[in-house]
């Protein structure tokens, strides 16, 4: 299974300019824990995530609606490729301590944004069909 | 291997009477994404997490410094004893929405704070090893 057959390809996101009271809202709305955040010409500039508004805006005196979500989003943001494996996403998370990861295609434009859990989902099921292939081999 | 093994034992806690600027510090400190919230006597009160930020204060005109944390934490809460299996806790996690899970003794007293991610990790490890035995079975 590749990355983005385990994704989300419907991915949340917003623009730049989109204030930080629209990015909540948008993560609320969507149920998901982190939103990409494009440019102008749709390519991920970075990544919004409710850790961002633990550490950047929960304890700070910024006020949400009059703040652009490029202020406090995170980047540079690391992003997987058609290309990238699920080890190597995995590895990436864990190493960098991420809960999501966007894909995108060749031109840094959206495909999907892909979660930890979807990696570690994947790979139970990968694991309960090579277990059962195994045991049901003639021994 | 049961739930205690697989969460973390020495789970970040605060206070009902703890501002919310604490709590966070605390989650922030810890690099986790929740605290059980205990009361005077020890026992498990609700949990806060950074949904809870997300959804009851980022958008909200409340003063971090001046609320405590009883009045925006997740309550009732769902909990696991030693008797709850992974499967259930799993369940529950996936049923509720929830990423995290008190553990609690008979007298509803913090052990530990089970995470969803705990759970499939745990998974993956005993696949592992169970496909591990299947294969080097001779044929």
New interface residues.
Partial sequence: MNLLEMCDTDAAFVRVETTV?QA??T??DR?V?AVAVIDEDRRVAGVFT??D???R???SRRD?GATPVREVMTTPVEMATRATTPSEALATMVER?YRHLPIVDDDGRLLGMLS??NV??A??DT??R??DE??S???
């Fill in positions: 009271e909540i809202r993560m609320l149920h824990g409710e850790r508004v633990l550490r805006l929960s304890l949400p301590h930890i859990r570690l989902e790979r139970i694991l309960t090579q277990l195994a045991r081999l003639p021994h």
